[in-house]
Nanobody, 124 residues
Framework: QVQLVESGGGSVQAGGSLRLSCEASRYFYVMAWFRQSPGKEREVVASLYTQSSNTYYTDSVKGRFTISQDNIKKMLYLQMDGLKPEDTAMYYC????????????????????WGQGTQVTVSS
């Protein structure tokens, strides 16, 4: 059974930091962090090809967030620094086994497997 389990969310003040973790039940070809706020579409935050460690960040988090992995532990991380109130959202870990899927890495349809999410709240 494929599982993704997120942890590390919480409430912080603007300018603070959090580190999200995603524990995977197996290895994947590509993994990503998405977020969704009430009334908004789910958007990619960052993604990572696990073999090459190639990363992608959405513009709004570049220079503040870092996606990384621990292959031995089958863990995906998202270090979030300089948090802003607009970063408030439910954050989801996503993953896929396939090298191609017909959708780009920033498209949620590219990912077959999803965690349950962890809430991040940033107050001003």
């Amino acid at each position: 059974q494929v599982q993704l389990v997120e942890s590390g969310g919480g409430s912080v003040q603007a300018g603070g930091s959090l580190r999200l973790s995603c524990e995977a039940s197996r290895y994947f070809y590509v993994m990503a962090w998405f977020r969704q706020s009430p009334g908004k579409e789910r958007e990619v935050v960052a993604s990572l090809y696990t073999q090459s460690s190639n990363t992608y960040y959405t513009d709004s988090v570049k220079g503040r967030f870092t996606i990384s992995q621990d292959n031995i532990k089958k863990m995906l991380y998202l270090q979030m620094d300089g948090l802003k109130p607009e970063d408030t959202a439910m954050y989801y870990c996503a993953a896929d086994l396939r090298s191609t899927a017909g959708y780009g890495r920033s498209d949620p349809r590219r990912y077959l497997y999803w965690g349950q999410g962890t809430q991040v709240t940033v107050s001003s």
